[in-house]
């Protein structure tokens, strides 16, 4: 009927940006079930977008004013520690309890059974115990939401920010474990950077975990670069490269975020405006219309599905720029400085927008896509799986994103779609880049044929249900995954462990290849680095 497609749609459009954000943005149904705060109905009545959103967005703008406040008045130079914990903390309970009332008791709940494990199994094994609590609690909410309570319409989903406290919870455990459990030795580089040697304290930890600035949209970060944020400890080695020393001590020349912010701001208006006007012109569901397939050629269905799947993205634009600006304007996010001496505030970015509408590679829209949650990934899943690490890492991002068929499908489909990425890349690339205009011609196809596959890839995402995924992909005739199978069979790529063999005798031995050696002085960099392994392509 009619009604139950509308409905199929509006939950299609919203549940996609669950992936790091707690509530759907921008939607045009009216009608919304709200666990949360009714204190802003007569708003919500006025510009006709539901309660739940309305909280949401309102909550998102106090944090972003609150942040700018945070930094200036309760600056580490002029308060202590333990008082930007406790406001960061209190802060974040009342901004969740706003929006999702009394189902905000569950992120305390789920910290706490993790903060248990931690402090009574022992560091040998509880980054395990905390791996199966952490993400078993946040599947059991996730069942109980989808199968067990009828939400009717999309409402205010309490398991967003639970899967951002998963990932920090996931995370500080294994870095716990790698800092007091393991030799130095037996640590990548990475690990090595992130290692935390003491155990928090239970305030650091809901700190850490339910702080004002991520406790709603994220993004995810390091326990360590949180820390250093806190205790206003993030800048002192460019102080030392930079300002000298005043009398024995560093100056205190804090970096500015006001320009970065002001830039990000104007990234979510546009945006917004850019979702709004090209949205409802051309919605994923579109593509499975029955008119719409018989009638339309094929090639003109794949224009439609990219166009489709492009009118998606600026709601994830617009979310994860805003809280990544409400982190800057907090004073978190410093990542060094530029060659011309301007300071960079992209650690815990979660997107770059230009690499990923022109990537030209599975490889590079991936880099630069959800960059928080594939460093979580890697962290947690690809560096320490001894089998299989790729099959391994898309499943466990299945399970994390819910309990939706379509995130299953999506994510088998991607696993293909790497392996035959990896394959075209290995044996095809070389031999478009002995001049500048085979290059730019490899570049153009390369960039058209990873926006149809990742479009392709992520229509069973959007749409969340077996049937109206397959029959997207059977009105396709299952082309892109045939296609993808005969070329993973047909070309050749070398073993991982020989691959990895050989960058590593690049790393050791640059001159050979006519390189220079690069320094890596970050986490970051190195990140980067192993993020090219997960993802190569």
């Known amino acids: 009927s009619s009604s139950s497609s509308s409905r199929r749609v509006w939950r299609a459009s919203v549940r996609a940006t669950r992936g790091s954000i707690a509530v759907p943005i921008m939607a045009t149904a009216k009608t919304s079930s709200c666990t949360g705060s009714t204190l802003l109905q007569p708003v919500s009545d006025i510009i006709s ?27 580490p130079s002029k308060t202590s520690t333990f008082v930007r914990h406790v406001v960061a903390t209190l802060l974040g309970f009342y901004l969740a309890l706003f929006c999702f009332g009394w189902y905000a008791l569950h992120f305390l709940i789920q910290s706490g059974i993790t903060y248990s494990i931690m402090i009574f199994s022992g560091v040998e094994n509880m980054h395990k115990y905390c791996f199966v609590a952490a993400l078993g609690y946040l599947s059991f909410c996730q069942i109980t939401r989808v199968y067990v309570f009828d939400y009717g319409l ?48 239970l305030l650091e930890y809901l700190s850490y975990n339910c702080n004002f600035m991520g406790i709603l949209a994220g993004p995810t970060c390091s326990y360590k670069d949180y820390i250093t944020f806190i205790e206003g400890t993030a800048y002192y080695p460019q102080h030392l490269e930079t300002n000298g ?25 546009i945006s917004l405006l850019v979702f709004l006007t090209i949205s409802r012109r051309f919605t994923v569901v579109h593509n499975i219309d029955d008119a719409f397939i018989a009638s339309t050629p094929f090639y003109a269905q794949v224009v ?42 992209d ?38 799986c001894p089998y299989n690490p790729t099959a391994a890492t898309f499943l466990l991002s299945a399970m994390w994103h819910g309990v939706y068929p379509g995130y299953y499908i999506t994510f088998l489909t991607g696993i293909l779609m790497t392996l035959a990425a990896r394959a075209i890349r ?27 596959a990742i479009s392709y890839t992520v229509v069973p995402f959007v749409l969340l249900s077996v049937q109206p995924s397959l029959k997207f992909y059977k009105s396709w005739y299952f082309c892109v995954h045939v296609a993808c199978m005969l070329l993973v069979l047909a070309l050749p790529v070398k073993p991982r462990h020989i691959r990895n063999r050989q960058q590593d005798n690049c790393l050791l031995h640059p001159h050979q290849q006519g390189d220079k050696p690069a320094v890596q002085n970050s986490h970051s960099t190195t990140d980067n680095n192993y993020n090219q392994k997960l993802k190569a392509t």
């Open 49 to 75: 977008l539901p309660i739940d959103q309305v909280n949401f967005v309102v909550c998102q703008l106090f944090a972003l004013l609150t942040a700018f406040w945070f930094r200036l008045y309760l600056h």
């Open 154 to 201: 999309y409402s205010a989903d309490f398991t967003g920010p639970m899967m951002i406290i998963t990932q920090k919870i996931t995370s500080l455990a294994f870095e716990i474990h790698d800092g007091m459990a393991r030799k130095e030795e037996q640590l990548t580089p990475s690990q090595r950077s992130l290692a935390v040697r003491s155990m928090p304290s």
């Open 245 to 269: 020393k005043e009398n024995g001590k560093y100056k205190q020349s804090d970096p500015s975020p006001k320009m970065d912010v002001i830039h990000k701001l104007s990234v979510c208006a």
């Open 304 to 345: 439609y599905l990219y166009l489709s799947m492009l009118a998606t993205r600026p709601k994830y634009y617009f979310v994860w720029t805003l809280a990544d600006a409400i982190n800057n304007a907090a004073g978190f996010g410093f990542n060094g400085y530029n060659k011309d001496g301007t300071p960079r505030w």
């Open 347 to 384: 650690l815990i970015s979660n997107l770059r927008i230009l690499d990923i509408e022109f990537a030209t590679s599975f490889k590079m829209f991936l880099d630069n896509w959800n960059i928080q949650t594939a460093l979580w990934l890697k962290r947690v899943c690809y560096e320490r």
């Open 426 to 452: 290995h044996n095809v690339r070389q031999y478009f880049l002995a001049s500048s205009k085979h290059k730019l011609v490899y570049d153009v196809m390369t960039w058209a044929g990873t926006q149809v």
